[in-house]
Nanobody, 115 residues
């Protein structure tokens, strides 16, 4: 019933940009804060960015603050992550989820940043 599908990953050179999308279904999307997470090979999954239910408040990991922007469109049940100034250490699989009501992790989308 609950489904989260991530799109937009790819291969990009250092300094480049990508825009990730996550389409949600099966729950009251507008009632929950949404977040982006990422996991690099051999490392733990980490929280990258969070946006409040109405999209008015955001928080970011120190490592991405000033470079990434999270936003959402409740009418279309979609959350976005605009990533600028990408660095090789941003490489990993990116996932979306509701941090206050986690559901099963979906496939994610691969982001690879080359130097």
């Amino acid at each position: 019933q609950v489904q989260l599908v991530e799109y937009g990953g790819g291969l990009v050179q250092a300094g480049g940009s990508l825009r990730l999308s996550c389409e949600a279904s099966g729950f009251i999307f507008s009632a929950y804060a949404m977040a982006w997470y990422r996991q690099a090979p051999g490392k733990q999954r980490e929280l990258v960015a969070v946006v409040s239910s109405a999209g008015r408040s955001t928080n970011y990991a120190i490592s991405v603050k000033g470079r990434f922007t999270i936003s959402r469109d409740n009418a279309n049940k979609t959350v976005y992550l605009q990533m600028n100034g990408l660095k090789p250490e941003d490489t990993g699989v990116y996932y979306c989820n509701a941090p206050n009501r986690l559901v099963s992790w979906s496939q994610g989308t691969q982001v690879t940043v080359s130097s």
